[in-house]
T-cell receptor, first 113, second 117 residues
């Protein structure tokens, strides 16, 4: 079975500072994809960043980057220069062979001005 | 519209009633997914359509839940004899091709919040 675990229910960061959200996963597949989604109070999931497991290079998207450790099955998200608009719930997700997403429990990020 | 549209945004019903939730995917997307998100949890997969057919319905919790996509575009999630435990946000997502890979970026709607009293 494929699982995704987010061990931080809540995180807090000062505006303009850097924060890292943790995620571990388990899968028996060799080819898979990992995602971070952001869910603001509007409920709509927004894709933040994605990583192909066969790529060794960590993905980056502007202020967002990941630390992908394949052997450790770890996929953390780093947010640099945090902004008030980054406050939301963040979900780590693993894509199965049908494309369905397996989500973690989520981390609520609070950004303090 | 440009995004995934879900209607209604909120639905309140009584225990035992029948409900239908609608999802209108991004035009041209062949794959459509339904997820259920309970309060404070991550979304859980329900069913995946590739075109008109259900390619994976392993997430449907029981036979009270059923979904259709008759013309390969709009999908309807149907719940019979609703129970209080069915209360959740039901999310729909679509992607261009489905399956695994970078082309399977899933775009989500804002969901339908179902409350069963």
């Amino acid at each position: 079975a494929q699982t995704v675990t987010q061990s931080q229910p809540e995180m807090s960061v000062q505006e303009a500072e850097t924060v890292t959200l943790s995620c571990t996963y388990d899968t028996s597949e060799s080819d898979y994809y990992l995602f971070w989604y952001k869910q603001p109070p509007s409920r709509q999931m927004i894709l933040v960043i994605r990583q192909e497991a066969y790529k060794q290079q960590n993905a980056t998207e502007n202020r967002f980057s990941v630390n992908f450790q394949k052997a450790a099955k770890s996929f953390s998200l780093k947010i640099s220069d945090s902004q008030l608009g980054d406050a939301a719930m963040y979900f780590c997700a693993l894509s199965s062979n049908t494309g369905k997403l397996i989500f973690g429990q989520g981390t609520t990020l609070q950004v303090k001005p | 519209g440009a995004g995934v549209s879900q209607t209604p945004s909120n639905k309140v019903t009584e225990k035992g009633k029948y409900v239908e939730l609608r999802c209108d995917p991004i035009s041209g997307h062949t794959a459509l997914y339904w997820y259920r998100q309970s309060l404070g949890q991550g979304p859980e997969f329900l069913i995946y359509f590739q075109g008109t057919g259900a390619a994976d319905d392993s997430g449907l919790p029981n036979d009270r839940f059923f979904a259709v996509r008759p013309e390969g575009s709009v999908s309807t999630l149907k719940i019979q004899r609703t129970e209080r435990g069915d209360s959740a946000v039901y999310l729909c997502a679509s992607s261009q091709y489905g399956g695994r890979g970078t082309k399977n970026i899933q775009y989500f709607g804002a969901g339908t919040r179902l409350s069963v009293l």
